[in-house]
C-alpha cells in the first residue's frame, strides 16, 4: 500500500511548555527565566512542565525538584495554578472554533482541527495567523508548534518536530525524509515497551517500522493494533475512530481478490465470529461496528459506525458487518480485510431483565460458544450465515484467517 495521497487537512496544535509559559505570561518577572511548574515545590517534587529556558538546560517534565536544581540551581519552581491554565484553555478553543466548527480538544494544552471541508487553500497561511492571534488575543508570551498531516497521526508527529513555535507538515512529499530522522520511540504511541517488542522482530527503525509488511507487524503486536500502525503510517486516517480503551479485531489477507460483497460474506462471517466469540468470552457486549479494506491497487477504504442499542449476538454483529460492506466501493479488487467491535460495555454493567429476550439472546450465544470452544469453532451456527456461503469457497480456503 503506498503512502496516501489526500492532502494535509489535519491540522495540531501544541501549546509549547504550556502551565510554564503561562506562568510567564501571567508575571512577566518570570520571562526568559528557568523556570518549572511541579507537582509539590519539595525536592523530591515531580515536575510538570519546564519553561523553554529551563529545557535549554535539559530540565524535563518528569525529573524530580532536586535533580533539576542539579543542572539549574537557580531554578524557580512554582506550584500548578489550574484554573490558569484552564482559562488559557478556553481561550484558545475560541480562538480556534473562529477558524473551523471541527475543533477537537486533546488534552489541556493540544488541539486537532479538522479541516477536510473547509474553503481554506492554504493551511500554512491559517498556521502563521493562529500563531499571530495567540500572540496577539490570548498572551505574547505564548507560542504554539502546528502539525498539518494527512492524518491525525502525523499531523501530532509533525507538531513534535519543532518546539517551541514551529509549523511543520508531513505528506508523500516529505515523509520518507522525515522518517529516517525519527525514532521509533519518536512517534506518538511507541512507548520503550512496544519499543523493544518492535526491536524483537528486528524493527529497529521508523523505515523498518514502514517497510514491514502485515504480517510481520502481526507478529509484533498480535493484535489488530498492527493494521492500524499500518494504515497511520502511510497516511490513512484511523484515529478518527474513538475505539475506547478496548476493542477486538480481526484481518484476513485474502488468497484471491474479490470484488463483490457477496464474495466477501462468507470470510466476513468467518472473521465475525471469531470477534464475536472473544467479545462474549470477556464479558463485553459492543456498539460501535468498524470496517476497513485494502484494495489490491494499494488503495484503502474504512468505515465505522455507532449503533444505539449495544449487541453480542453473531448474528446482529454479521448483519451490522455485512450493511457496511455493502457501502464499501464494490469495484475494486480487494486484498485485505479488517474487523473491530468498539465502545464497549461489561456484561455485569448491563441491567439486563433475566426473562428478557436481550438475556435469552446472550444465554444462547453463550451457550454456542461453549459447544464450539469444546468441539471446535464454528460447529453450530446460525442457519442463515450458510446460505450466503457460495459453493466456491470452502472454509478451508480460509485457514490462515489470524488470531488479531
Ligand atoms: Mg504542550
Not at 502539525?147 to 514551529?166: E, T
Not at 470484488?259 to 472473544?278: E, F, N, W
Not at 485494502?294 to 451490522?320: C, E, I, N, Q, V
Amino acid at each position: 500500500m503506498e503512502f496516501s495521497s489526500a492532502p494535509s487537512t489535519i491540522m495540531h496544535l501544541d501549546l509549547n511548555s504550556c502551565f510554564a509559559s503561562v506562568e510567564q505570561q501571567a508575571n512577566p518577572t518570570l520571562r526568559g527565566r528557568p523556570i518549572a511548574v511541579a507537582a509539590y515545590a519539595t525536592p523530591n517534587g515531580c515536575i510538570l512542565a519546564a519553561s523553554i529556558e529551563a529545557k535549554k538546560l535539559g530540565i524535563k517534565t518528569g525529573f524530580r525538584v532536586k535533580d533539576a536544581k542539579i543542572l539549574c540551581p537557580d531554578l524557580i519552581v512554582l506550584p500548578p495554578d489550574a484554573p490558569k491554565y484552564r482559562f488559557i484553555h478556553h481561550q484558545f478553543q475560541k480562538l480556534l472554533d473562529h477558524y473551523s466548527p471541527n475543533v477537537i480538544p486533546k488534552s489541556i494544552d493540544e488541539f486537532v482541527i479538522d479541516f477536510h471541508h473547509s474553503h481554506y487553500s492554504n493551511l500554512f497561511d491559517v498556521g502563521h495567523q493562529i500563531k499571530t492571534k495567540i500572540k496577539q488575543n490570548i498572551g505574547d508570551y505564548l507560542t504554539v508548534s502546528v502539525g498539518l498531516g494527512p492524518n491525525r497521526f502525523l499531523a501530532k508527529v509533525a507538531s513534535n518536530l519543532k518546539k517551541p513555535d514551529g509549523l511543520e507538515e508531513i505528506c508523500q512529499r516529505n515523509y520518507l525524509a522525515v522518517y529516517s530522522k525519527l525514532n521509533l520511540i519518536d512517534l506518538h504511541g511507541i512507548n520503550t515497551r512496544l519499543n523493544a517488542r518492535l526491536g524483537s522482530r528486528q524493527i529497529y527503525t521508523v523505515l523498518d517500522f514502514l517497510n514491514s509488511d502485515i504480517s510481520q507487524l502481526r507478529s509484533a503486536f498480535h493484535s489488530i493494533a498492527s493494521y492500524y500502525w499500518y494504515l497511520r503510517l502511510r497516511g490513512y486516517e484511523i484515529d478518527d475512530v474513538d475505539f475506547g480503551r478496548k476493542s477486538f479485531g480481526h484481518m484476513y489477507s485474502l488468497p484471491q481478490k474479490f470484488t463483490h460483497s457477496q464474495d466477501l460474506a462468507p470470510i466476513l462471517h468467518r472473521l465475525v465470529s471469531k470477534m464475536g466469540y472473544r467479545l462474549r468470552s470477556h464479558g463485553y457486549q459492543s456498539r460501535g461496528l468498524y470496517l476497513g479494506l485494502l484494495y489490491a491497487d494499494h488503495s484503502g477504504w474504512h468505515h465505522h459506525k455507532l449503533f444505539s442499542k449495544y449487541f453480542f449476538a453473531d448474528a446482529d454483529l454479521y448483519r451490522y458487518a455485512f450493511r457496511l460492506l455493502q457501502s464499501s466501493p464494490q469495484q475494486l479488487p480487494i486484498a485485505n480485510i479488517a474487523i473491530s467491535c468498539f465502545d464497549l460495555i461489561a456484561n455485569n454493567a448491563v441491567q439486563l431483565d433475566l426473562f428478557s429476550a436481550v438475556s435469552r439472546n446472550l444465554n444462547l450465544s453463550q451457550a454456542l460458544d461453549s459447544l464450539n470452544k469444546r468441539y471446535g469453532a464454528s460447529i453450530v451456527n446460525y442457519a442463515d450465515f450458510s446460505t450466503h456461503i457460495p459453493d466456491r469457497i470452502g472454509f478451508g480456503n480460509l485457514d490462515r484467517l489470524t488470531d488479531d
